[in-house]
Structure formats: structure tokens, C-alpha cells
């Protein structure tokens, strides 16, 4: 069974940076995009950012200019790089990768960012 592991959570002050990363801990085939979702505390999940496998990003309305998402299909990596990051993107975030086999998709197990001064 292959999982998903995320890294490069922790605590920011506004204003500041954190790079999020996320492995497969093995091969994953047919990979049709790669996302970062996050989950504030009594909030829905939400898309925060997407990359196909063609390397074309999309990003949520509030966070355009500021994160970066990007991709490596055959390592099965992807990361979020956040900057200017404010207390309302406080949440847990957790990696997706999509598959184009049915019902195949894996998720992370998330990691906690926090904006706080």
C-alpha cells in the first residue's frame, strides 16, 4: 500500500515562508494531477492548489501570488512553497495525488501550519 508522507509544517509568524513537501512511499502509476488540500478547524477542506501532469498549476482565489505549488510525476513528489502567509492560512494541510484509474487516488496524512505571532 503506498502512502503519502508530508513534511515542512510547524509555526510562522505573519509575513513569513514555509516550504510543504510530500513523497510517495512508492511507485504510483497513471498519475493525473497532484494537489495540496487544507482543513481549518471547523471548516471544510478546500483545494488550495493543484498541479496536472502536464505541470499546469491552479491555485485557490486566496492564495494566488503567494503559494507555488510544483511536481515530479516520476518521483512522485510535490511541494507548496507559501510565502506572505497569514493567520487564516492556519490549517492542516494534507497532499493528493489523483489517478486516472477509478477510485484510485491517495491522500497524506497532513501536517500542521500555524500563523501566529
Known amino acids: 500500500q503506498v502512502q503519502l508522507v508530508e513534511s515542512g509544517g510547524g509555526l510562522v509568524q505573519p509575513g513569513g515562508s514555509l516550504r510543504l513537501s510530500c513523497a510517495a512511499s512508492g511507485i504510483i502509476f497513471s498519475i493525473d494531477n497532484m494537489g495540496w488540500y487544507r482543513q481549518a478547524p471547523g471548516k471544510q477542506r478546500e483545494l488550495v492548489a493543484q498541479?496536472?501532469?502536464?505541470?499546469?498549476?491552479r491555485y485557490a482565489d486566496s492564495v494566488k501570488g503567494r503559494f507555488t505549488i510544483s511536481g515530479d510525476n516520476a518521483k512522485t513528489t510535490v511541494h507548496l512553497q507559501m510565502n506572505s502567509l497569514k493567520p487564516e492560512d492556519t490549517a492542516v494541510y494534507y497532499c493528493k495525488i489523483n489517478t486516472f484509474a477509478y477510485g484510485r487516488n491517495y491522500w497524506g496524512q497532513g501536517t500542521q501550519v500555524t500563523v501566529s505571532s
Open positions: 498541479i496536472s501532469s502536464g505541470g499546469s498549476p
